[in-house]
């Protein structure tokens, strides 16, 4: 809008200019023909000196204004811009999630040690199973638990099998002595009910493993009915 007022202003000053140029030059009676040729080619060029001045003055207030112009509508765009505000700098837990001290991770709207915590092991939302207290979350890895009921029907050989077959591994065997089932599983009379038995063996907790779940047979002087084996989790 600036520009464009500018503008008609310096083109109604020129025609202003040379309306006045005109009438001035017809009152000197450039029109007379008495003068002699040589007179009229004087005057001629005086004219178009004359001009050529005029519209040259013209130009430099066209210019002059054009240029006050760009100026005062640059200076109103310096005046309205708003410089941009980066994000970038903006501290880490102000907005989300909050920090944490060392260590620590936030889930569920607190600070977790995820190395520890059955809810959150190694990472939020990994939940351990803690099967008859035997699952716990250790340097952010669930240990073994105690496995579902297995019977004749199931199938397996021993607990390296049936741990196999869940896609696992005998934890008997992994897991170290402070741990319920190392070197052990337990065996019932009944269908994972009735008497409870633990086989153990310390010394060497591999044999929890490869003993034979031969149900039906006598172990210890009683029946062998079911079996629950330790096995790794994810």
Request: net charge negative.
């Amino acid at each position: 809008m600036n520009n464009l007022a500018s503008n008609s202003w310096a083109l109604a000053v020129r025609g202003v200019i040379q309306r006045l140029a005109s009438r001035w030059i017809s009152r000197r009676g450039l029109a007379r023909v008495r003068r002699g040729s040589q007179q009229r080619k004087g005057k001629s060029r005086w004219r178009v000196g004359f001009h050529y001045g005029l519209l040259a003055g013209a130009v430099i207030i066209t210019g002059c204004g054009n240029r006050q112009a760009n100026d005062t509508s640059s200076g109103a765009e310096a005046e309205n811009s708003t410089p941009e505000t980066s994000s970038a700098g903006t501290e880490e837990g102000t907005e989300g999630d909050p920090l944490c001290e060392e260590g620590l991770t936030f889930c569920d709207g607190e600070c977790i040690d995820t190395q520890g915590n059955v809810n959150h092991c190694g990472a939020c939302g990994h939940v351990c199973n803690e099967e008859d207290g035997t699952g716990f979350c250790e340097d952010a890895k669930c240990t073994s638990v105690w496995s579902g009921c297995i019977d004749m029907s199931t199938g397996v050989a021993d607990c390296d099998a049936y741990c196999s077959s869940v896609g696992q591994e005998c934890g008997s065997s992994i897991e170290p002595s402070s741990h319920p089932c190392h070197g052990a599983f337990l065996w019932f009379e009944g269908i994972c009910a009735g008497t409870q038995h633990v086989f153990s063996d310390m010394d060497d907790p591999s044999k929890a493993c490869t003993f034979p779940l031969d149900f039906g047979s006598v172990v210890d002087a009683d029946v062998m009915m079911s079996a629950r084996c330790c096995c790794t989790q994810e």
